[in-house]
T-cell receptor, first 116, second 110 residues
């Protein structure tokens, strides 16, 4: 059973370009979470999605950032018109279901975005 | 807002010694989890302790939780060079949003 997969692992974009980060959850997992980790800091929650639904996007900037988790295919985190401050590691996690306090989220290896 | 804060920020010990990391948080929680992150890699879930538990063991790991003090500790016994990593505590009030602290960077010298 493959773990959570993210691609690309490294992404370099110039200011103003778009960045697309993909996350394939573990088999059987229908809940996906995106986190951002700035250098030397902990992870910050961005958005929580179930298939075709955004459940909580309270941690995601209102502008330029969007996320989706379609019925088929991976979850996508899209950052439009990237700026240098978007440079960070973006982690995706998945869980099998929302089971109250006992959820264990499985994390992917992350995508390291560098904006030049 | 609730957030785990790890202490110390960085810790350097000799192989074979024990490493203790602490985590404090601000609001009531349903569970607290510890994760490890090796440099350049993703997070690995280590252990989850529920709010009604006081202590939990997993191999060389021992986690305690004191809800009255809103604090938790992670003890790694007989440390190894391979334990070198960043360790994060994460708190959850139930549901889907997990709040992470900034982490403790542990360096174990061989």
């Amino acid at each position: 059973n493959a773990g959570v997969m993210q691609n690309p692992r490294h992404l370099v974009r110039r200011r103003g370009q778009e960045a697309r980060l993909r996350c394939s959850p573990m088999k059987g997992h229908s809940h996906v979470y995106w986190y951002r980790q700035l250098p030397e800091e902990g992870l910050k929650f961005m958005v929580y999605l179930q298939k075709e639904n955004i459940i909580d996007e309270s941690g995601m900037p209102k502008e330029r950032f969007s996320a989706e988790f379609p019925k088929e295919g991976p979850s996508i985190l899209r950052i439009q018109q990237v700026v240098r401050g978007d440079s960070a590691a973006y982690f995706c996690a998945s869980s099998i279901e929302l089971a109250g306090a006992l959820d264990e989220q499985y994390f992917g290896p992350g995508t390291r975005l560098t904006v030049t | 807002s609730q957030q785990g804060e790890e202490d110390p920020q960085a810790l350097s010990i000799q192989e074979g010694e024990n490493a203790t990391m602490n985590c404090s948080y601000k609001t009531s929680i349903n569970n607290l989890q510890w994760y490890r992150q090796n440099s350049g890699r993703g997070l690995v879930h280590l252990i989850l302790i529920r709010s009604n538990e006081r202590e939990k063991h997993s191999g060389r790991l021992r986690v305690t939780l004191d809800t009255s003090k809103k604090s938790s500790s992670l003890l790694i016994t007989a440390s190894r060079a391979a334990d070198t990593a960043s360790y994060f505590c994460a708190t959850s009030r139930g549901g889907f949003k997990t709040i992470f602290g900034a982490g403790t960077r542990l360096f174990v010298k061989a």
